[in-house]
């Protein structure tokens, strides 16, 4: 009933940037917040950002100060710009929706491949 789409994920040398784009579409009256989740092989799964529907920010303390979420409403996209990156960012992401009125009441997205070479 929600669908998510991402895409701007890639290759990135340490130091540089990537923009993060995941477009909803469905039952997009239904959506609260958004954020980003990352998970590295071997690793779990991580909460690196959320936006609220009127724009309230949080973000993990390992990316605070180099991300930044945003979302577009207009146009239904939740955005992650990624600054300042480092190997150990290299993950995949997924962005996702909640929707507190609307089974499962939180939507995935298929998930995009950031790697940030040293």
């Known amino acids: 009933q929600v669908q998510l789409v991402e895409s701007g994920g890639g290759l990135v040398q340490a130091g540089g940037s990537l923009r993060l784009s995941c477009a909803a579409s469905g039952r997009i009256s239904s959506i609260n917040g958004m954020g980003w989740y990352r998970q590295a092989p071997g690793k779990q799964r991580e909460l690196v950002a959320e936006?609220?529907?009127?724009?309230?920010?949080s973000y993990a303390d390992s990316v605070k100060g180099r991300f930044t979420i945003s979302r577009d409403n207009a146009k239904n996209t939740v955005f992650l710009q990624m600054n300042s990156l480092k190997p150990e960012d290299t993950s995949v992401y997924y962005c996702y929706a909640n929707t507190p009125v609307v089974h499962p009441y939180k939507f995935w997205g298929q998930g995009t491949q950031v790697t940030v070479s040293s």
């Open positions: 936006i609220s529907r009127i724009g309230t920010t």
